[in-house]
């Protein structure tokens, strides 16, 4: 059983940043991919990023050039710096671990206002 724990979620005005943190439980298997979704009021859960084992990633068209995800494989620990953020990007932020199994943190909200 993996457990993560996400940090740095909040409230900020429209072009601002935040940084997101999930660190995750020592596993027994290996960790593949590390990544965020999020889920926006009436919305269905959607990717935002993922990064692989060997440091791949892949973002979602609506954050790419405005978000960066990355990694420290020796903390299994990811994490998501989100900058010239807008209203769209308010939803609660979902940290996904894949090894063997899916897990999911407990979510983060992320409010931007206009």
């Known amino acids: 059983q993996v457990q993560l724990v996400e940090s740095g979620g909040g409230s900020v005005q429209a072009g601002g940043s935040l940084r997101l943190s999930c660190a995750a439980s020592?596993?027994?298997?290996?960790?593949?991919?590390m990544g965020w979704y999020r889920q926006a009021p009436g919305k269905e859960r959607e990717l935002v990023a993922f990064?692989?084992?060997?440091?791949?990633?892949n973002y979602a068209d609506s954050v790419k050039g405005r978000f960066t995800i990355s990694r420290d494989s020796a903390k299994n620990t990811v994490y998501l710096q989100m900058n010239s953020l807008g209203p769209e990007d308010t939803a609660v932020y979902y940290c996904?671990?894949?090894?063997?199994?899916?897990?999911w943190g407990q979510g983060t909200q992320v409010t931007v206002s206009s």
């Open positions: 996904y671990v894949r090894t063997k199994f899916a897990y």
């Open positions: 020592r596993s027994g298997f290996s960790i593949n991919v």
């Open positions: 990064i692989s084992s060997v440091g791949t990633t």
